[in-house]
């Protein structure tokens, strides 16, 4: 069969345009018309191969793989899909500019929180066309309503990055309820006060990010705010070398080893390590420099060292994560990584070997373990994962200092939010840069965890 120059790399484009937009069954139907036409080839397995992904149990697609290898005889529903998605059809879809384009209900939301003792369940859903409005409810008692939020996006149907932007408010205001929740703004409403009432937000949700410096170029300060770059070392040391007050105390939170209760290091600039004034020297995931306290003008700033493990810092609001990032759950080493491109489209030759499909996820965590190989390795197959010792997507049972729900990880552009649902050890993140800290900020180096106290220029 003689079929146009391009004919197949266009069709697959429109499939997978409408694919994009939630119109799955059309996709199908699309992909399997134009695999089934011309040669059993490699462009066709790879339109059916993406035709199986969007439905496994695709009849269209057992009769277009019949027609290629010559079998079987009752192609009705394949003749009639291929009538529809005429050439001319293709081109046409595959030129649809994306404001035209139509979508479907997007996934929701859904997550546990751990409150004052009691579990919480939080749900996020999109009402799609026409009503077009994303509504949070929260859950108590087993099923009874506590809180409720809409809000309307009918005004932004038009966008050309629609599906991202909605996206994007359904985790955030999945985000913004369990932090109002945390923050004691729903205790009303858990004690009965308004039940029933929908609250309709018109504003976008607000999320206070906590921003840190996981990337060696970064430095933010206490406000999550990029500043400029250091003075160079040796000048820096040079215009104070002279005076050694006490500007910090590092108070002893948790120790395995017999550490002192606190240190007080004098001088501006300070070495964390087995061979610094903070002398971790029985802490064995602790190398000689591992990380650097200097105070510049009554601010104390955290800078990683190159080496060792890894100076990690409490989070207390909303992070966001890159891929690459390391975390710490309790003693649990974590890394947050990217999802590989599918490598299993069909190869050259006749044969298109079967298997089972594949379910796409959007992320993964993997655990790092002593010594530095890779341990346990968890998928997120819904946009949200939530890790714990018990109620989680990521079970981790066998660490003491891991909460039931500890913590959820929220797909995002470019990376994930990282949330600590109130656990009792709280969540730190590797600082890979330079990061402000503010008194009673806590640090943890191997499994040592140490809190900061700012002196108020101490010596002046």
Known sequence: MSLPDQARKLALAAGQKLAARGETADAVSLLCAWAAQGNND??????????????????LAQQAFERLSGSGTDHQELGQAIDRFSFDEVKKLAATPKKAERRGIQIGFNNNVRYKGVVYHIQTEDSGPPKSNVVTHLYADGGRIVASVKREYGAETGRDDLIGYLRTLMK???????????????????????????EVKTSPPKIDLQRVATQKSEKFDAAG????????????????????????RLHMVRCLWNGPAAYEPSGPSVIIGRNGQVNLSGEPFCHANEAQLEWRDGRVWLNDQPGGSGVFLRVRRPVKLEFGDEFLVGDQLLRVDAMSEPDDHPGPGPTFFCGSPRKRAFFRVTQRLEGGGDGRVALAYEATMTIGSKQADFVIANDRLVSETHCTLSEESGGVMLLDLGSRSGVFVRI?????????????????????????????
Do not use: F, N
């Not at 490699?42 to 009849?59: F, K, N, Y």
């Open 42 to 59: 490699e462009e066709a397995l790879v339109m059916l191969t993406e035709a199986q992904r969007l439905d496994p149990r695709s009849l």
């Open 172 to 198: 955030h205001q999945q985000l913004e309820m369990a932090l109002a929740l945390r923050g004691g703004d729903l205790d009303p409403a858990i004690g009965g006060e308004g039940a029933g009432k929908v």
């Open 225 to 248: 705010q990029h500043t400029e770059a250091d003075a160079p070392e040796t000048e820096r040391t040079q215009q104070s070398a002279h005076v050694a007050p006490i500007h910090m």
């Open 432 to 460: 890979m840069g330079s990061q402000e800290l503010l008194s009673g900020e806590e640090i943890v180096i191997g499994r040592t965890r140490l809190q900061l106290e700012v002196a108020e220029r101490a010596g002046h």
